[in-house]
């Protein structure tokens, strides 16, 4: 069974900065995309940031230059770097993978989801 677990989420005052973790476990055989997705309360979840196994990225206007996508293909592992943080990049955040499983086709992930709060 295939798991995406997130960490790195909490409070943070306004041009603060905060880092966030994903780690992908189980019988995967090879992991395409991973990305980041947010979603604030009353709106709908939208990209944030995602890379390929490659290493391109594409990113939301709204976090261009603030934020950085990473992943180390070893490890199974994706992180974004926010930085300059503000009260509009409050959400849950969304890790997202398109990973080939043990047995499985080709499918869409998401872990469970942490929270960001950026307020003073």
């Known amino acids: 069974q295939v798991q995406l677990v997130e960490s790195g989420g909490g409070l943070v005052q306004p041009g603060g900065s905060l880092r966030l973790s994903c780690a992908a476990s189980g019988s995967i055989v090879s992991i395409n995309l991973m990305g980041w997705y947010r979603q604030a309360p009353g709106k709908q979840r939208e990209l944030v940031a995602r890379?390929?196994?490659?290493?391109?990225?594409n990113y939301a206007d709204s976090v261009k230059v603030r934020f950085t996508i990473s992943r180390d293909n070893a490890k199974k592992t994706v992180h974004l770097q926010m930085n300059d943080l503000k009260p509009e990049d409050t959400a849950v955040y969304y890790c997202?993978?398109?990973?080939?499983?043990?047995?499985?086709?080709?499918?869409?992930?998401w872990g469970q989801g942490t929270q960001v709060t950026v307020s003073s």
């Open positions: 890379i390929s196994s490659g290493g391109g990225t």
């Open positions: 997202n993978a398109g990973i080939l499983a043990v047995g499985s086709n080709w499918s869409d992930y």
